[in-house]
């Protein structure tokens, strides 16, 4: 069965950097493009990153791009996401996913906290 497995995240600073791992097994990773989306509480779900299959192509909402990098690793069955200049509004909940942003998506990873606070 395919299982997503998170880590990383945890508490930051603003202007600090965290760096979320999902591992990846039960399906041929390397085929499937790899996203991150996050939901903080009384907030929009929100698509943050994506990354094609073959990593030619990436995705990144407004409100990370420039500071947030999507990628991965086909010979780990990784999908990395590195938030650099963390801000408090990046306090979130954070999820990878198998496929596309703005797709149906059945397979989610478990979640991981993220908190930017001095």
């Known amino acids: 069965q395919v299982q997503l497995v998170q880590s990383g995240g945890g508490l930051a600073q603003p202007g600090g950097s965290l760096r979320l791992s999902c591992v990846a097994s039960g399906f041929t990773f390397s085929k499937y493009p790899m996203s991150w989306a996050r939901q903080a509480p009384g907030k929009e779900f929100e698509w943050v990153s994506g990354?094609?299959?073959?990593?030619?192509?990436?995705y990144y909402a407004d409100s990370v791009k420039g500071r947030f990098t999507i990628s991965r690793d086909n010979a780990k069955d990784t999908v990395y996401l590195q938030m650099d200049s963390l801000k408090p509004e990046d306090t979130s909940v954070y999820y990878c996913?198998?496929?596309?942003?703005?797709?149906?998506?059945?397979?989610w990873g478990q979640g991981t906290q993220v908190t930017v606070s001095s």
């Open positions: 996913a198998k496929g596309w942003v703005h797709t149906l998506i059945d397979n």
């Open positions: 990354i094609y299959a073959d990593g030619s192509d990436t």
